[in-house]
């Protein structure tokens, strides 16, 4: 809602903790990763992460990564390149990237309205 007020466009990756192979071992899947990006014409398809959440079981220990990639200027490219290893809670960081930038291969793509 902050970036929509300042007239930023976004890009949302929204990765379910349901497609999370630890989650589900872990029998905790009902969370979620979700990274927000720059949309705008300038970024070119490259924005920079403006922010991001996680809701779930060991939230607090993850979002560290999110923070990092802020700081850095990280965009989803180089967010879904970070090595995450599977089965990991972080990995959904990563997939929440990919998913962002549409190179994600565990969920299904999102249908455009």
Do not use: Y
């Not at 903790?17 to 300038?42: H, M, Q, V, Y």
């Amino acid at each position: 809602d902050q970036a929509k007020a300042q007239g930023i466009a976004i890009k949302k990756g929204h990765f379910p903790w349901s497609a999370s192979g630890r989650a589900i071992a872990n029998t905790r899947d009902e969370g979620f990763t979700k990274l927000l990006f720059d949309d705008s014409p300038e970024a070119h398809g490259h924005g920079r992460i403006l922010g991001g959440g996680i809701v779930g079981t060991h939230a607090g220990d993850l979002i560290s990564e999110v923070a990092l990639a802020i700081e850095m200027g990280a965009d989803a490219v180089d967010i879904g390149k970070t090595i995450h290893p599977h089965p990991t809670l972080g990995e959904s960081i990563g997939m929440a990237a990919e998913i962002a930038h549409g190179t994600c291969t565990d969920v299904p793509p999102v249908r455009k309205k």
